[in-house]
């Protein structure tokens, strides 16, 4: 890796990313969002505000940059708004993508690409199925995850015809500091730090609490993802998981005693998802095997570094 590009690099997972290919690499870093800056400061990153459903200015920044490495994060991430908004989901994630790849392809780039993708594409699974490996068969169950599915046949389809280096990978909860509150570890944990600050009544508000769900630190995640660029199998497709799936409401349990603070819990219906997977749990042997990697930040830590974060932004002295 010498010329690195993340899409989304202003999103949560590529902040953490950032900070990984910083630090363990010597790589020339740039990144492309939405938003006026970056979600992480890395020491020399070229950072530009570039919407990639417009083809022609993605193409003509790919000519200037000329990547030899694409980390393709740009995403809408949120299946409850996939259900809200599936027009702009599809047209970010796979028209998206398509304009990524197109572009590569017309600039004869030999780029090798990692496609981050999700277990939401494994749908609604027995339990006795469980863990899911790489081979079972996908049954997407949201907008979102359909455009999952779509992103990585799109991406396996250029590996195919052009011979690309192409590795997707299939990405459980991730959960960590910098998380938007769409997100449920998120969600709770702002909950409790606006309590905690007199901010709000001390209600939190919970949907679903019996699904139960395999989640990783994102920056357990960061470290996946570049392991599998330097070591990945091209064509290949790599789950990213814990192995563990506690429920939801083993979750907001954890948080609400790393709190003080004298807090209700409340059902809230709006919470509730129309397709609501019960469990998700992973199978990371392959890239265990593969890789050498395995997830070393417990699930503790993770929601004390979240609240944390919350805390700091929610104190009334900030």
Same mark, same amino acid.
């Given at each position: ?5 993340? =899409? #989304?690099?202003? #999103? ?20 492309? +969002? ?61 028209? #998206?993508?398509?304009?990524? &790849?197109?572009?590569l ?5 030999? =780029? ?23 081979? &079972?068969?996908l ?9 999952k ?13 052009f +011979? ?29 730090? &606006? ?39 091209? #064509? ?17 349990? &954890? ?13 809230d219906?709006?919470r ?33 570094? =979240? ?12």
């Amino acid at each position: 890796m010498e010329r690195v590009l993340v =899409t #989304g690099a202003d #999103g949560f997972v590529a902040s953490h990313l950032l900070a990984e290919l910083s630090r363990e690499t010597d790589c020339r870093l740039t990144g492309i +969002g939405l938003k006026p800056g970056p979600s992480a400061e890395v020491p020399g990153l070229e950072y530009k505000v570039l919407d990639i459903t417009d083809h022609k200015t993605l193409g003509d920044y790919l000519a200037e940059v000329r990547p030899d490495t694409v980390f393709h994060l740009a995403a809408q991430p949120s299946v409850a708004r996939s259900w809200e908004d599936p027009w702009s989901t599809y047209n970010v994630n796979l028209m #998206g993508q398509v304009n990524l &790849m197109e572009s590569l392809l017309r600039l004869r780039l030999d =780029t090798s690409v990692h496609i981050a993708c999700s277990s939401e594409e494994y749908g609604k699974v027995p339990q006795g199925r469980m863990p899911l490996g790489e081979r &079972m068969p996908l049954k997407p169950c949201s907008h979102y995850a359909v455009s999952k599915v779509t992103q990585e046949l799109l991406g396996l389809m250029y590996r195919e015809a052009f +011979g690309w280096r192409v590795l997707v990978t299939r990405s459980f909860n991730q959960a960590g500091p910098g998380q938007s509150p769409d997100f449920v570890v998120s969600s709770f944990a702002r909950q409790v730090a &606006m309590i905690e600050a007199g901010r709000s009544k001390p209600v939190l508000k919970v949907g679903n609490l019996e699904a139960r769900r395999d989640f990783t630190d994102v920056r357990d995640t960061a470290r996946a993802y570049r392991l599998l660029m330097e070591k990945g199998q091209p #064509g290949a497709v790599y789950n990213v998981c814990s192995g563990m799936a506690p429920a939801i409401s083993e979750i907001l349990d &954890m948080l609400l005693g790393l709190s003080d603070a004298d807090i209700e819990v409340e059902r809230d219906p709006a919470r509730q998802r129309p397709s609501d997977v019960p469990l998700l749990l992973g199978d990371a042997s392959l890239i265990r095997k593969e890789i050498g990697w395995e997830p070393i930040i417990g699930l503790e830590q993770t929601l004390e570094d =979240t609240l944390d974060y919350w805390r700091q932004r929610v104190s009334p002295t900030t």
